[in-house]
C-alpha cells in the first residue's frame, strides 16, 4: 500500500476530506522483523568498539612498617 493509497482509503473510512486526512500526518509504518529473539553480543560488541572503556589503575602496594 502505498502513501496516496492509504490517505484515499483513511479518507473513504473516515468521511473525512483528503486534505484533512494529510494535515493529520497519517503514514506507513514498516513493522521490523522481530526473528531471531535473542541477541548474539559478540556481534554487538564488534559494532561498538568506539566505546569508551576506562582503563583500571594499578593496586598500590602497601610498604610494611
Same mark, same amino acid.
Given at each position: 500500500m502505498t502513501q496516496v493509497e492509504l490517505e484515499r482509503e483513511l479518507a473513504r473510512s473516515t468521511g473525512e476530506s483528503l486534505c484533512t486526512i494529510r494535515n493529520r500526518g497519517f503514514?506507513? @509504518?514498516? @513493522?521490523?522483523? &522481530?526473528? +531471531?529473539?535473542?541477541? /548474539?553480543? /559478540?556481534?554487538?560488541?564488534?559494532? /561498538? &568498539?568506539? &566505546?569508551?572503556? +576506562?582503563r583500571r589503575r594499578p593496586l598500590r602496594r602497601r610498604l610494611a612498617a
Amino acid at each position: 500500500m502505498t502513501q496516496v493509497e492509504l490517505e484515499r482509503e483513511l479518507a473513504r473510512s473516515t468521511g473525512e476530506s483528503l486534505c484533512t486526512i494529510r494535515n493529520r500526518g497519517f503514514s506507513l @509504518m514498516v @513493522m521490523p522483523d &522481530r526473528c +531471531p529473539l535473542t541477541v /548474539d553480543w /559478540d556481534q554487538v560488541q564488534e559494532c /561498538d &568498539r568506539l &566505546r569508551y572503556s +576506562p582503563r583500571r589503575r594499578p593496586l598500590r602496594r602497601r610498604l610494611a612498617a
